[in-house]
């Protein structure tokens, strides 16, 4: 976010009404003269992530997929892709640098598992993945653009 004021009073409220131990920085992302400021907020330790997840919760799948990387392998190297995330968590990948298009049954799992332990996303795996295809094939329509590949038949 780029309200400093916003980040650094929601940084006090997790730190002294919720209990959890957050950082807040400053950055600035874009290339050069096009580079916009970040205030970022931190949590780094796995008991606050913990607290995180059952106090808040995550709806992000970057987010949760981080998180099930972190409690599978009790880690999740940075500059990881979702989809090399993703083909890890399903099994179709034993490393986590693929980026081939995940088989549409795997997905559907992986969509259902995150659907069970994080309340997202709210539909069922199958109706999540037709919603993504209605989207593309929408996208493709009117603005002659689609989402990138990450489901395979």
Do not use: Y
Request: glycine share 6%; with cysteine; aromatic share 6%.
């Amino acid at each position: 976010m780029t309200a400093r004021h916003i980040i650094e009073e929601l940084g006090r409220f997790l730190r002294d009404e919720i209990g959890i131990a957050v950082s807040c920085r400053f950055d600035l992302q874009g290339p050069g003269s096009h580079a916009q400021p970040q205030h970022v907020l931190q949590i780094n330790r796995s008991d606050d992530i913990e607290r995180w997840r059952t106090e808040i919760g995550f709806s992000n799948p970057s987010h949760i997929s981080r998180f099930m990387i972190f409690h599978q392998i009790g880690e999740c190297p940075p500059k990881t892709s979702i989809i090399s995330r993703l083909l890890f968590l399903t099994g179709c990948s034993s490393r986590l640098d693929d980026r081939e298009a995940i088989p549409l049954d795997a997905m559907a799992s992986i969509l259902n598992i995150m659907k069970k332990r994080f309340d997202s996303p709210t539909s069922e795996g199958k109706a999540t993945i037709e919603q993504i295809m209605r989207i593309n094939r929408k996208l493709a329509g009117s603005l002659h653009r689609t989402l990138p590949r990450i489901i395979r038949n």
